[in-house]
Each structure stands twice: as C-alpha cells, then as structure tokens.
C-alpha cells in the first residue's frame, strides 16, 4: 500500500430530483488499499459506487481518480472495473467473449485478448467453461465471470456491489477469501459494497460506514468496534449487535445505574455530572455471566440459542440483554443471571445525537 | 363428469369453433378450383368435381398479378422497413428514460393507435397532395402506413427493450463502450426476437393494406393486390372461382409465413424476447 491517492471524493452530493442520496461526502482511498462500504438498505452505497463509475453524475463536490478530476468524465474513459450484484454478464456472448469484451473494444488482436483470457480464466478456476453461455453456468461460476471480467482490464479500481450476496452462505465465506488474496495479488485498489458487516470486517482495510447519504464513521475495522463514534455504528458493527440501555449517572459518579437491572461502572475519563442520563452500549461479548451476589446487571433468563461453538442467553424485560457465551450454558429459562463488564467496555453515547461520549 | 371427459367436451368445442372460424378460408380455396358452373351448385359441393387448377394460371395472366402482387411487396416492405428503423430508436428511448415528456409522448403514441384509417384518410391525403407526394404514390402509402403501424410497434418492442436490463448496458459502458455502442452490441442483440416478430407482424398488416392504397394510388399499375382484388369485384361479378383464386395467391405466401413462424411469434409476443 503506498500513500498515493487513488480515489478522492471531496464534499460530494448526490440528488435524485428532490431527494438528496448523498450528502457531503468526503473519502480519500489510497493505492492499493481494500475499503468496504456498509450500511443499512437505502443508505447510497450503490448510489456512491455508481457515481465513482460514471454511471450517475454528482450535482456538487470534486471526485478524483488517480489525481484526474473525473466529475463529467464517461464511465468508458475512467478506467475503473465494476461487479454487479446481478453479475450482469452478457447474455448472448460465451464467457470469453464476456471476458474479452472490453479488450475487444479496445481493438487489441485476437491472440493476444485470447491469451489473456486464458491467464484469467486460470485465476479464477474458468478454464473448462470459457465455450458456454452464461445461462449455461451456476451461480458461483457466474460470479467468477464477473469478477473476470473486471480483472482482465487491469484497471486503476474495482468497484463490488454486494458480489457475493446471491451465493450460499459457504460459497459466500469461500470468495471472500478468495477475492480478498486476489486483490493482494494484483496490488488493486478496491471499493467493496456490501450490507454485511461480518463481510467488511473480515476483507477490508478500511470501513466505511453510511447511514441515510452520510458516512457516519470510517476507519479501520477494529477501530470502528473499539471506539463506536456513534450509537449507530456501534449497533451496526459487531455481531450479535450492541446492547444499548438508558443509564443515569450515580451520584458517586463511579457507576452508572440502570433502571430494573442494577448496575455497570462509569468509564474513566468522562465528563459527566451526578444524575446525568446516557445511552449505554454493552457487546453482548463483553457481558460476563457471574457467580453470587454483587454489583452488576440482575435478570432472569428468557431464552437460550446454541450456535455450537457458542450460545446467546437473551435475557427478560424491556430491553433484553443479550449476552454472548463462549461453550455451553446450563442456564435455563427463568434463571436468575448476574452480569458484569469491564468499565472500558462501556461505550457511552449521548441520549439525543447519539454521538459517543469520552474517548 | 370426469376430468378426461371435460377436456373432451373442451376439444370438441375448440374443433368446432376453429371450424367455424376457418370455414371462409377453406371455402376460398375450394370455390377457387370449381368450374364457373360448379360455384352456382346447389346443394353446394364441399369438394370441387374435379379441381381446376388452371384457374390459378389464368387470373394470374389476365389480371395481370404479377404487378398487383410486386406492389403490395414494394409497400409491406418499405412499411417494414421503416417502421422497423424509426421505430426501434424510438422505442427504446421510451423503455430507457423514464420523465414526464416521456410520458406524455407515449400517450401520444397509444392515441394514434386509436384513431381509424378512414379517418385518418383525408387529412393525409391533403397534405401529401400540398407537399407533391402523391406524384410518388407508392412512397406515399408507405409513408402513411408507418405512422399508422409505428404506434403498435413502439409498444411491442419497447416491452421488448424494457426485458433487457438496464445493468448490461451499464456494464457495457464501464468496460469501455460508448452509449450508442452499448445500444448496438448489447440492448439491439437482446431485443432482437422482438424486433423480428414484431416487424413480420407490421409486415403482414402492410401486405393486406386496403384504405391508403386505394385512397392515394390512381394508376392500376402501382396499385397493390388489396385493390386489384376489390377492382376485380365488380357489382356484376359472377366469376367467384376466378376471385378466390386471386384471393387465395394473394394470402397464401403470408400465411404460409405465419405457420412456419407462429411458435416464434407467439413466444415473441409473450416471453421476455430474451436469449
Ligand atoms: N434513479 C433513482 N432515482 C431516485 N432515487 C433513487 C434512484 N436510485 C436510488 N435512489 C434512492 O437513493 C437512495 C440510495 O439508493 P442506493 O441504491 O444507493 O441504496 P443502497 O445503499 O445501495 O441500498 P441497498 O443495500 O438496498 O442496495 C435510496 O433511497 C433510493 O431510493
Ligand atoms: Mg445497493
């Protein structure tokens, strides 16, 4: 990864008509580097990924590629490589055909677009089925033509919307893998779309994360499950999600209290007055079930899901906590559970905006 | 009643109203290869004596055919070809940009549709007659027979276009072609069942043109086989074998073209038109 800027989006706004799709987005990536952009359904990531390609034109900002200011540039003159969800592979050609396609354009000689489509059928496992149609193909073998595709041009990016949310959930953990090593093979710069957060976190370098046309926070994945800048992310990042209940500052100010549950200590370092209302959120990983009486979060048991490796103890009342437990739990519905966490695992964050409170 | 007897009940039914519905045709082609004094039978014969195939020989020479039937193809054709290229332009548009102009021009395409062609008739013929188009009559009823078959084509092929998803196109665009490159290696290729089908489809209305034909083309020697045949029935006919036999030339090409093509226009019409 080298320092140089290859994408650069400088206070980009997106309207579709009346409706504002993106709102001042600012997001510089460097060579090289993989950035994930996650969020809800109707947050504009397709909207942001579309308009690096060319495919919407932004009403106001600066967007660069490779230094060039590429606002009112074609998508066939930005030399970026895009994946659709659909795949959207050309019905009435033959893979390599479909491989070829851009090099066609291109007017290279046939050897030399034949052999290329060689090598890239070779790193994407498509050497038998470059003769067949793309109806001919199931759907793995699909999302590898259009991950060709792309890879043939050698392009300054890539850009992936949601690639692999049409394949099974083994395949899916599989190309992961699979385009992640790809991507460092080539030295790409990548842009990845995807809903699944579990998928950002695991592939990129980079998080991006959106929320209603803004980039709510962006950094590197375990920056951005440490330090939550907003209660939104730290719902949205993390798995099984954040627990976030209302808790008044005690007048020690060493803990913090929540209605009907008891008790969590007070982080360090935090500006806040005796009686003081804030949200808290607690990883239902960093809850700990405890033994015997004491200070901590008193509830009873609702119910109990195995994953196998783990299990998830969701508690009674309103919020339910849910706690998660590496192994086997013998806890049973209506068991009374004491829960603890560790004052650094407390993220705090304002009851009105939601922004994160203390370091 | 059993299920296997219903479906009996329905075929025969179906059988009998195709029968109905085929009667004239099959009476066309038989009354075509009865002697003159055969036609007047009564009771009527359901088969010809003996089949007088020279009739077909004879109407084709003395009504001179040959230069009926080049008209209606010189007409369809041209009718084809050019709602064929304007039309497909324009039907993609309609399928691919969605805002209130577009709107209000497909209502304008769907109102042509409505208007009949004997009403139309007249204020063609004046302005083509202003503008010196009825010194090239034949152009003329081509011209008249596009705008009237242009409607029904945008719909059809815009269904068509609208199959194709945008997606390809855009893939298309970010791997390095232009937007009319796109239109041309990727939507036109997707749509082109639906084009075809719906060009045999203007081509076969072309062909059985009456109104335009007969309104603006005076000289015999430009009039298509439509006008002939209507010339050929005079108020004192009573050669009816030798007009079914002008009748039956003058349908069978097409139709033989509908049977050998009817699968593909029917999955036209009602697929997708993809692959
Ligand atoms: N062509 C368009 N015209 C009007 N509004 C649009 C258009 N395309 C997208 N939008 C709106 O912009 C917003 C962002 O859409 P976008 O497709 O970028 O969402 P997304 O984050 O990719 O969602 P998903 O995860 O469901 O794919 C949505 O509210 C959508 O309704
Ligand atoms: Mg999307």
Not at chain 1, 99 to 116: F, G
Not at chain 1, 124 to 153: F, H, N, W
Not at chain 2, 3 to 30: D, H, K, Q, S, T
């Amino acid at each position: 990864m080298s320092d140089e800027l290859q994408i650069e989006l400088i206070d980009v706004d997106k309207h579709y008509g009346a409706f504002h799709a993106l709102k001042a987005v600012n997001l510089s990536i460097r060579k090289g580097q993989f950035v994930a952009l996650v969020g809800p359904s109707g947050c504009g990531k397709s909207t942001l990924l579309r308009s690096l390609a060319g495919l919407e034109t932004i009403t106001a900002g600066t967007l660069k590629i490779a230094g060039e200011v590429m606002n009112a540039v074609p998508p066939r003159k930005r030399d970026v490589a895009m994946v659709f969800q659909s795949y959207a592979l050309y019905p009435h050609m033959r893979v390599i055909d479909n491989l070829t396609y851009s090099m066609r354009l291109k007017r290279a000689p046939r050897s030399q677009s034949e052999a290329a489509a060689k090598e890239v059928a070779a790193t994407t496992g498509l050497e038998k089925l470059l003769d067949r149609y793309p109806r001919e193909l199931s759907g793995g073998q699909r999302q590898r033509v259009a991950m060709g595709r792309a890879i043939i041009r050698h392009p300054k990016a890539f850009l992936f919307d949601e690639p692999l949310s049409n394949l099974d959930a083994a395949l899916r953990v599989h190309m992961r893998k699979e385009i992640r090593s790809l991507h460092d093979r080539l030295g790409a710069t990548s842009v990845y779309v995807t809903h699944d957060q579990i998928e950002a976190m695991t592939m990129a370098d980079h998080i991006v994360v959106m929320r209603d046309g803004v980039i709510e926070q962006q950094g590197a994945p375990l920056e951005l499950y440490d330090r939550p800048s907003t209660r939104f992310v730290g719902g949205f990042i993390g798995s099984p999600a954040m627990n976030f209940v209302e808790a008044v500052v005690a007048e020690d100010r060493r803990t913090l209290v929540i209605e009907d549950l008891g008790s969590v200590p007070l982080p360090g370092g935090i500006m806040l007055g005796a009686g003081e209302t804030v949200t808290a959120g607690l990883r239902p990983e960093h809850l700990e079930i405890s033994a015997g009486d004491g200070p901590g979060l008193h509830a009873k048991v609702d119910f109990v899901e195995f994953t196998g490796a783990a299990s998830f103890v969701i508690t009674r009342g309103a919020p339910g906590l849910t706690v998660f437990n590496v192994g086997r739990t013998t806890l049973r519905p209506d068991e009374a559970v004491r829960l603890t966490i560790a004052a650094e695992n407390v993220h705090l964050f304002d009851r009105e905006t939601g922004r994160r409170l203390g370091a | 009643m059993t299920l296997e007897w219903r479906n009996r009940v329905l075929v025969v039914i179906a059988l009998g109203l195709a029968a109905l519905y085929l009667f004239p045709l099959y009476w066309m082609y038989v009354t075509s290869l009865k002697t003159g004094s055969d036609i007047f039978a009564t009771p009527p014969d359901f088969l010809p004596r003996d089949a007088k195939w020279g009739n077909y020989g004879y109407v084709w020479t003395s009504r001179g055919m040959a230069s009926y039937m080049w008209n209606s193809i010189v007409i369809a054709s041209g009718t084809t070809a050019l709602t064929a290229l304007l039309g497909t332009g324009c039907a993609y548009v309609l399928a691919r940009y969605r805002n209130g102009w577009i709107d209000v021009a497909l209502f304008l395409v769907l109102m042509l549709q409505v208007l009949p062609a004997s009403l139309m008739i007249t204020p063609i013929f004046v302005g083509f007659s202003q503008v010196g188009l009825l010194d090239t009559p034949r152009l003329a009823v081509i011209l008249a027979l596009t705008a009237k078959t242009m409607p029904f084509f945008v719909v059809l092929v815009r269904a068509t276009f609208m199959s194709v998803p945008a997606e390809l196109e855009e893939a298309a665009l970010v791997d390095g072609n232009s937007r009319i490159g796109a239109f041309f290696s990727i939507a036109l290729p997707l749509a082109r069942n639906g084009i075809l089908v719906s060009a045999i489809l203007i081509f076969m209305q072309a062909f059985g043109e009456y109104v335009y034909s007969k309104s603006i083309i005076q000289s015999p020697t430009l009039q298509p086989a439509s006008v002939g045949l209507n010339s050929f029935m005079g108020p004192n006919t009573f050669e009816w074998n030798n007009i079914m036999a002008y009748a039956a030339i003058y349908v069978t090409p097409i139709l033989a073209v509908f049977v050998l093509l009817q699968r593909r226009i029917v999955a036209g019409l009602t697929s997708g038109a993809l692959k």
